[in-house]
C-alpha cells in the first residue's frame, strides 16, 4: 500500500511517501530529518497524538480550564478523552501543568491544565 | 492628559511580547490597554497545542504561551488596564480609553498598535439565501466553546479550509458535534497541512476543494446549506450543487486587521495585507507609531507575532533615543508571485526582516532581492504556500548602497 | 389553551409601523386597545426592513391617497420624531437622469409633485448637480430638498412605546387565527395565546392583511408579495454620497428603481432590487439579485467598492398589483362594506412609512364618525428613547460615565454601544428579548463585524444580568436558537 504522509512535527511539513504492507514498512522517501521518519513509522504502526480540551471550573475568572495530556496518546482514544473532559469539574486556582485526571481509560492517559486560572469572589 | 513614555493598544500576544521587550530594551513607562476582560487575546482561547516550536523549542497550547508573557508582565511590573476600549487615537498620539472609570486621555511618545485583527463575516462575502440562527465565525465559535462552554451545534459544515476552520472542525469532533464537511472554495487547502492532517484526515473528515456554499436554508435555526462545485474561472460547474442537512455552518474565511484606529489616525494603510504601511523599524506614517501582529499583517504563527514584536521594539527604543535617523527612502517594490511583502518601505540599510506570503503553492522556488538589475540575495524555498508567511533576513552589508530593492518569486 | 377573556374597545392585527401608529394615534382618545403582532418583536414584518425614506411625495399621481397621505406626512414628519426622540435628518434626494429622454421624466415628476402641494423642487443641470454629487454619474438630476432619512425600526419601536405608555396593551407572538362576528356585533379573535373580543378590528397584518380580510369577508383583496434586496455599505464608505440619489423610475415595475440611500446611522444601502416571489415570508438574498445591485451601483456610483459591504437583507413589498401588471395600487383604508366596523388597511407599500400617521389619523377619523370618541387629557405624545453614548460630546459622556459606570464599558466596538445602552434595549418595554430586538435598539452588531466581538458579550449579559436560561437565548424568535446545549455534561440541564 501507498501512502503520503504530511508530516506534523514541524513546520516544514514534509510530505514523506511511504509502501508499507499493514505495519510492515517496505519504502520511505521525503523525510526531512529522522525525526520525520519515526513519525511516519509510526502513524502505520501506532499513531500518537496529543489530546486537547477543557474541564468545567467552579469559582474561576475562567469558566473553564484547557487541558491536554502531557504526551501523546493513542490516536483511537481521542475522542472519548473528550467525552470525560465534559464530566470532569475543577475549583479554582489553578496552575498550568496541575493534574486534572490520572490514568484515564485505564490506559495511564493524564491531563493536565493549561490554562492558569484564579478565584473570583462572586 | 497623562503622559506615556510607551502606550500599546491590545494586550494580546503581540501586545505582551512588545511590553516584554521594551521592559528589556530599558524603558520603563509602559501601558498595556486591553479591551477584554484578560490578558492573552485570542490565544486563550487557542486550546489546541503547537505554540511556541520555535519560540520556545516546545510543543505549547495557546493559554500557556499567553502565561509565559502574562508571568513577565506581571513579574516586570509592567501596568495594564482590562476592560478598556481605545475609542480615539491621534496623528499627535493621543488616545482617549473609555472603561468604567471614565474617559481618560493619554499622550505617548511611542504607539505601538497590537489590536489584531476580526473575521470576514457572511455579509460580507454575500452568501446568499435565507438568514437563520446558527451561522458563526470559527473563532466567535472558538471563544464561545472553549472559554464559555456553550454548545453550539451538532451537525456542522465549515466553509474555508483555513487553520482556524480546521482546528475547530477538530474542536467540534473532540466536544460531540458531528463535522459533515470542510469546504473550500481555492482549488488547495489555506491551512497550515500540519491541520490539514491533524484536524481533518484524523477524523475522516472530507475536504472539499473548490466548492462552497450557495444557498442557506432554515427559517429560525439552520437547516441545511446547498454547496457547489466551482470551475477553474470561479463559476459555479452546473450540476454540481449537493445539499447538505446541518443545523450549523461555521465560516473561515478570512481574517481583517483591525485598523479603524489607525485609519482615524490618518495612518496610511497598505490595500493588501489591510495593516499599515511600515518601515523596516514597524514605524508606520506617523512618526513614533509602531504596528506589530496581525495588525500589521495576518499570521499563522504566534513565535513569528512574538518576533515580530520583539523587533520592532528595537525600532522603538532607536526612536526614544533620537536614533532613529531617516536616510533616503526607498520603497520595497513587489515583483511576481507575491502577494505582499512588509515592510513596504526601507529607511535605513539596517538589518532587516522581510515578511512575505506568496501567490500560488508551489515548489523549489527562489525569492530573488534585487537592486535595479544587480541581485543582491537569492533565497531557495523547497514548498510555499499562501497559508504560511516566508521570513527572510537581510543583513546591513546586503543592503548596503542599494538604491532600489524590488522582491519576485521565480 | 384556556380562553381569556379579553376584550378590547379596539383591537389591531399587526404591529409594524402602521399598526403601531394607530394605536398611539388612538391612544389619544378614551378607549381600551390592543395591538396583536405574531412576531417576536414590533415591525419585524416590512417595517424594519426598507430604506427609511420618508419621502416628499412627487412620486405620486395627484389625487390619490399614496399622494396626499405621503406629503401630510411628510410635512409633519419632523415633529413626531422629535416627540418620539427618534433621528430625523432631511438630507434631500437627487433624482439622476444619465439619458437625455430622462429628463423628460424628471420634468413630469416635478410638475406632479408641485401639483401634489411638495416644496422646493428643482432640476438642476450636470454642473450643479456636480456640486452637490461630485461622485455621481449623471446629466441632470431632479432636486427634493424635503426628502428625509429616519430609522424605520427605531420609529416602529418609538411608536409601540409611546402607545404602552399611553394605556395599549401589546401582545407579542400572538397571531389571529380566525375572527368571528358575535350577536352583540362585537368580533372574537381567536388566535395562538386565547381569545380577545372587540367592538372594532383594524386590519394593518402587512403581507398577511388579505388573510386576515379573508377571515371575515369574502376573498376580496389579494396580496402579492415583491422582494427587495440591499447592500449594506461600511460606515467608511459614507462620504462618497450627501443625498438619497435615485434613478429615474421606470414605469411597470415593482418599485422605484435601485438607489443608494445614506442612512441615518451613516451606511449606505444599495437597493432594492424588485421581484415578485411566491412566499411571503422568504426573505433570502440571491446572487443574481446582488450581482445586479453591484452593476447598477457602478453606473451610477463608480467609487463604490465590493470590498466596503458588509452584508445583505431583503425586505418584501405588500402589493394589490399583480406580477402581470406591476407598478402601484392606491392604499386602501377603509372600513368594510360587508363587515361593520372592520376596518382594512391594504397594500401599504413605498409611502407607507412616511404615511404612517396620516394613515393612523384617517383610521381615527372613520371610528369618530361612528363613536365620537373623547379625548384622553392623560396622553403624553412625548417618549425617551436610548441614549446614544456615541453621539454625545466628551464632557456628557464622562458626566454619564460618572453617574453610571455601565456607560464606561464598551460591548459594541464597532458602532460603540454601552453596556448600558445593550442593559436599556434588552430591558424594553415591549419584553422583547431576541438578539435582533437588541440590535434594533442598540445597534449592537450591525457594524462591520457583524456581532464579531460584542455577540459573546451580549449573550453574558443576557445571562447573568437577566437570567435567561441557554435555550432562551434565540436570534429571533419562532426556534432561532443559538446554542444546542452546554458543552459539558455537567451543567446540561436543558
Redesign the interface.
Known amino acids: 500500500m501507498h501512502r503520503e504522509?504530511?508530516?506534523?512535527l514541524?513546520?516544514?511539513?514534509c510530505?514523506i511517501s511511504v509502501e508499507y504492507e499493514g505495519t510492515n514498512i517496505k519504502n520511505i522517501k521525503g523525510d526531512g530529518c529522522p525525526k520525520g521518519k519515526d513519525y511516519v513509522k509510526n502513524e502505520i504502526t501506532n499513531p500518537l497524538?496529543?489530546?486537547?480540551?477543557?474541564v468545567?471550573v467552579e469559582s474561576g475568572?475562567?469558566?473553564?480550564a484547557?487541558v491536554?495530556t502531557p504526551v501523546p496518546i493513542p490516536?483511537k482514544y481521542?475522542?472519548e478523552?473528550?467525552?470525560i473532559t465534559?464530566c470532569l469539574k475543577m475549583k479554582a486556582p489553578i496552575k498550568?501543568g496541575q493534574v486534572v485526571a490520572q490514568n484515564l481509560l485505564g490506559e495511564d492517559i493524564d491531563l493536565i491544565a493549561?490554562?492558569?486560572v484564579n478565584i473570583i469572589n462572586k | 492628559m497623562k503622559e506615556r513614555e510607551v502606550i500599546i493598544i491590545g494586550g494580546g500576544a503581540a501586545g505582551l511580547a512588545a511590553a516584554v521587550a521594551c521592559k528589556q530594551k530599558g524603558i520603563e513607562d509602559i501601558l498595556i490597554i486591553e479591551?477584554g476582560?484578560?490578558l492573552g487575546g485570542i490565544l486563550?482561547q487557542c486550546?489546541?497545542?503547537g505554540f511556541g516550536?520555535?519560540k520556545f523549542h516546545t510543543?505549547?497550547?495557546?493559554?500557556?504561551y499567553a502565561?509565559r508573557y502574562?508571568d513577565q508582565v506581571k513579574e516586570k511590573e509592567i501596568p495594564f488596564l482590562l476592560?478598556s476600549?481605545v475609542?480615539n487615537l491621534t496623528p499627535q498620539k493621543e488616545v482617549v480609553v473609555?472603561?468604567?472609570?471614565?474617559?481618560q486621555h493619554y499622550r505617548a511618545k511611542v504607539i505601538i498598535l497590537a489590536m489584531g485583527c476580526?473575521?470576514r463575516?457572511?455579509?460580507?462575502i454575500?452568501i446568499?439565501?435565507?438568514?437563520?440562527?446558527?451561522i458563526y465565525?470559527a473563532?466567535?465559535a472558538q471563544?464561545?466553546?472553549?472559554?464559555?462552554?456553550?454548545?453550539?451545534?451538532?451537525k456542522i459544515v465549515i466553509l474555508g479550509s483555513g487553520d482556524i476552520g480546521l482546528i475547530m472542525a477538530r474542536r467540534l469532533?473532540?466536544?460531540?458535534a458531528e463535522v459533515i464537511t470542510v469546504a473550500e472554495k481555492l482549488p488547495y487547502s489555506s491551512g497550515?497541512?500540519?491541520n490539514?492532517?491533524?484536524c481533518l484526515y484524523?477524523f475522516d473528515i472530507p475536504l472539499l476543494l473548490s466548492h462552497t456554499v450557495?444557498?442557506?436554508e432554515g427559517?429560525?435555526?439552520l437547516s441545511g446549506v446547498t454547496i457547489a462545485q466551482l470551475g477553474k474561472r470561479g463559476g459555479i460547474i452546473p450540476g454540481s450543487k449537493r445539499k447538505i442537512t446541518c443545523?450549523t455552518l461555521l465560516l473561515s474565511v478570512g481574517l481583517i486587521p483591525e485598523n479603524?484606529l489607525s485609519?482615524e489616525a490618518g495612518i496610511v494603510l497598505d490595500n493588501i495585507t489591510g495593516g499599515p504601511q511600515v518601515d523596516e523599524r514597524g514605524q508606520t506614517s506617523v512618526p513614533g507609531t509602531f504596528a506589530c501582529g496581525n495588525v500589521l499583517q495576518v499570521h499563522d504563527?504566534v513565535d513569528n507575532v512574538s518576533l515580530e514584536a520583539e523587533y520592532i521594539v528595537e525600532g522603538v527604543a532607536r526612536y526614544l533615543e533620537g536614533k532613529l535617523i531617516k536616510e533616503q527612502e526607498i520603497k520595497v517594490e513587489l515583483g511576481e508571485g507575491l502577494r505582499y511583502v512588509v515592510p513596504q518601505k526601507l529607511i535605513s540599510r539596517k538589518d532587516t526582516i522581510f515578511s512575505f506570503r506568496v501567490n500560488q503553492p508551489g515548489e523549489k522556488k527562489i525569492l530573488v532581492f534585487e537592486d535595479g538589475k544587480k541581485v543582491i540575495k537569492k533565497k531557495s524555498l523547497?514548498?510555499v504556500n499562501p497559508a504560511?508567511m516566508v521570513r527572510v533576513k537581510l543583513s546591513s552589508s546586503e543592503l548596503e548602497g542599494i538604491k532600489r530593492l524590488k522582491v519576485r518569486l521565480v | 389553551m384556556k380562553t381569556t377573556n379579553n376584550h378590547y374597545d379596539v383591537v389591531i392585527i399587526g404591529g409594524g409601523v402602521v399598526g403601531c401608529a394607530i394605536a398611539r394615534e388612538l391612544s389619544k382618545y378614551k378607549t381600551s386597545i390592543a395591538v396583536l403582532e405574531k412576531e417576536d418583536d414590533v415591525g419585524w414584518g416590512i417595517s424594519c426592513r426598507n430604506s427609511g425614506v420618508v419621502h416628499a411625495g412627487f412620486n405620486y399621481k395627484s389625487g390619490t391617497l399614496r399622494a396626499q397621505l405621503c406629503v401630510e406626512g411628510n410635512k409633519s414628519f419632523a415633529k413626531l420624531c422629535h416627540e418620539l426622540d427618534v433621528p430625523y435628518k432631511k438630507i434631500g434626494k437627487v433624482i439622476v437622469a444619465q439619458k437625455k429622454e430622462e429628463i423628460r421624466e424628471l420634468k413630469k415628476l416635478k410638475t406632479q409633485g408641485e401639483k401634489n402641494k411638495v416644496g422646493g423642487l428643482q432640476i438642476i443641470d450636470s454642473a450643479e448637480l456636480k456640486r452637490l454629487e461630485p461622485n455621481v454619474k449623471g446629466i441632470a438630476a431632479l432636486y427634493s430638498p424635503e426628502t428625509a432619512i429616519i430609522s424605520p425600526y427605531l420609529l416602529t419601536i418609538a411608536l409601540a412605546e409611546n402607545a404602552l405608555t399611553n394605556g395599549v396593551s401589546f401582545f407579542l407572538n400572538t397571531e389571529a387565527k380566525s375572527i368571528a362576528k358575535l350577536r352583540n356585533s362585537d368580533f372574537r379573535i381567536n388566535t395562538n395565546k386565547g381569545e380577545f373580543t372587540s367592538s372594532y378590528v383594524i386590519n394593518s397584518a402587512g403581507l398577511y392583511s388579505d388573510k386576515v380580510a379573508h377571515m371575515v369577508e369574502k376573498d376580496k383583496y389579494r396580496i402579492y408579495p415583491c422582494r427587495g434586496e440591499y447592500y449594506?455599505l461600511d460606515k467608511?464608505a459614507s462620504w462618497i454620497i450627501n443625498h438619497l440619489i435615485y434613478p429615474v423610475p421606470k414605469a411597470g415595475t415593482g418599485g422605484l428603481g435601485v438607489h443608494f440611500t445614506p442612512t441615518i446611522d451613516k451606511n449606505i444601502l444599495i437597493g432594492p432590487s424588485n421581484e415578485y416571489i411566491k412566499q411571503k415570508?422568504?426573505?433570502?438574498?440571491?446572487?443574481q439579485i446582488?450581482k445586479m445591485l453591484s452593476a447598477e451601483a457602478q453606473k451610477f456610483l463608480p467609487l463604490i467598492s465590493s470590498r466596503d459591504?458588509?452584508?445583505?437583507?431583503s425586505g418584501i413589498r405588500a402589493k394589490q398589483a399583480p406580477p402581470s401588471e406591476g407598478g402601484y395600487w392606491d392604499f386602501v383604508i377603509e372600513e368594510s362594506n360587508s363587515v361593520n366596523n372592520f376596518i382594512n388597511l391594504i397594500g401599504i407599500e413605498s409611502p407607507g412609512l412616511a404615511s404612517a400617521q396620516p394613515i393612523a389619523k384617517r383610521v381615527v377619523e372613520i371610528i369618530n364618525k361612528k363613536e365620537k370618541l373623547s379625548l384622553n387629557s392623560n396622553f403624553n405624545p412625548f417618549r425617551k428613547g436610548i441614549l446614544r453614548f456615541e453621539e454625545q460630546d466628551?464632557e456628557t459622556?464622562?458626566a454619564l460615565?460618572?453617574q453610571d459606570?455601565?456607560y464606561?464599558?464598551?460591548i459594541c466596538?464597532?458602532e460603540?454601544v454601552t453596556k448600558k445602552e445593550i442593559l436599556e434595549a434588552i430591558n424594553n418595554p415591549l419584553g422583547a428579548k431576541s438578539l435582533i430586538s437588541i440590535k434594533y435598539r442598540s445597534r449592537a452588531m450591525m457594524g462591520?463585524?457583524?456581532?464579531?466581538?460584542c455577540?459573546?458579550r451580549i449573550?453574558?449579559i443576557l445571562r447573568n444580568e437577566f437570567g435567561l436560561t441557554?435555550q432562551e437565548i434565540?436570534?429571533?424568535?419562532?426556534?432561532?436558537?443559538?446554542?444546542?446545549?452546554?458543552?459539558?455534561d455537567e451543567?446540561n440541564k436543558l
Not at chain 1, 5 to 8: N, S
Not at chain 2, 173 to 176: A, F, K
Not at chain 3, 281 to 287: E, H, I, K, M, V
Not at chain 3, 448 to 453: A, L, S, V, W
Open positions: 504522509f504530511i508530516c506534523i514541524c513546520p516544514n511539513s510530505r497524538r496529543v489530546f486537547t480540551g477543557s468545567l475568572n475562567f469558566s473553564l484547557s491536554k490516536k481521542l475522542k478523552i473528550g467525552e465534559h498550568i493549561t490554562r492558569k | 479591551r476582560d484578560y486563550q486550546i489546541h497545542d516550536l520555535e510543543s505549547l497550547s495557546g493559554p500557556e502565561q502574562i476592560n476600549m475609542v473609555a472603561n468604567s472609570n471614565g474617559l476580526r473575521e463575516t457572511r455579509g460580507a454575500g446568499p439565501g435565507a438568514r437563520p440562527s446558527g465565525t473563532g466567535v471563544e464561545l466553546i472553549n472559554l464559555k462552554n456553550y454548545m453550539i451545534g451538532n469532533t473532540l466536544e460531540g497550515l497541512s500540519r490539514i492532517n491533524q484524523d450557495v444557498d442557506i427559517n429560525g435555526r443545523d479603524e485609519r504563527i523547497r514548498r504560511e | 449594506v467608511n415570508d422568504n426573505l433570502s438574498t440571491t446572487s446582488m459591504i458588509i452584508r445583505s437583507y466628551e459622556k464622562k460615565i460618572k459606570p455601565d464606561g464599558e464598551i466596538r464597532c460603540q462591520r463585524c457583524q456581532g464579531g466581538y455577540l459573546t449573550i453574558e441557554l434565540n436570534l429571533k424568535g419562532d426556534n432561532s436558537y443559538l446554542f444546542s446545549g452546554y458543552r459539558s451543567v
